[in-house]
């Protein structure tokens, strides 16, 4: 399955930051927190400018997803979660070979 989510912490004074006079209103260091928790499970997983995906069984998904939202949770007193999921049994390498039969059907559009 691969999982597409983004999560931020929101309410309180620290919000965005544990010191919440340093970056104002960004969310930089809490997503950081997140991001970090990711990449540390060893799934195949890419980060965007909106989203964070990882591929993996479900089990392992959601409890790096779970883990990810706790680590947010330290930056404020709520956390916003989206999360999107695509589930096929049995299949694996689907994060980047989505990608690539995409980009290999643009380029039969572009002939």
Do not use: C
């Not at 997140?34 to 990449?39: K, S, W």
């Not at 965007?48 to 939202?69: H, L």
């Not at 589930?87 to 694996?92: D, E, L, N």
């Amino acid at each position: 399955m691969i999982v597409a989510f983004s999560v931020s912490p929101s309410g309180g004074p620290s919000a965005g930051s544990l010191d919440p006079e340093a970056h104002g209103d960004s969310v930089h260091e809490a997503v950081a927190a997140a991001v970090a928790v990711v990449r540390a499970s060893g799934l195949p997983n890419r980060t965007s400018s909106m989203f964070t995906e990882i591929e993996g069984e479900w089990d392992e998904v959601m409890d790096v997803v779970k883990r990810a939202t706790e680590a947010v949770g330290r930056y404020g007193t709520r956390v916003s979660l989206v999360l999107k999921a695509d589930i096929r049994p049995g299949r694996t390498g689907e994060l980047d070979g989505k990608v690539e039969r995409l980009e290999q059907a643009l380029g039969q559009h572009a002939s």
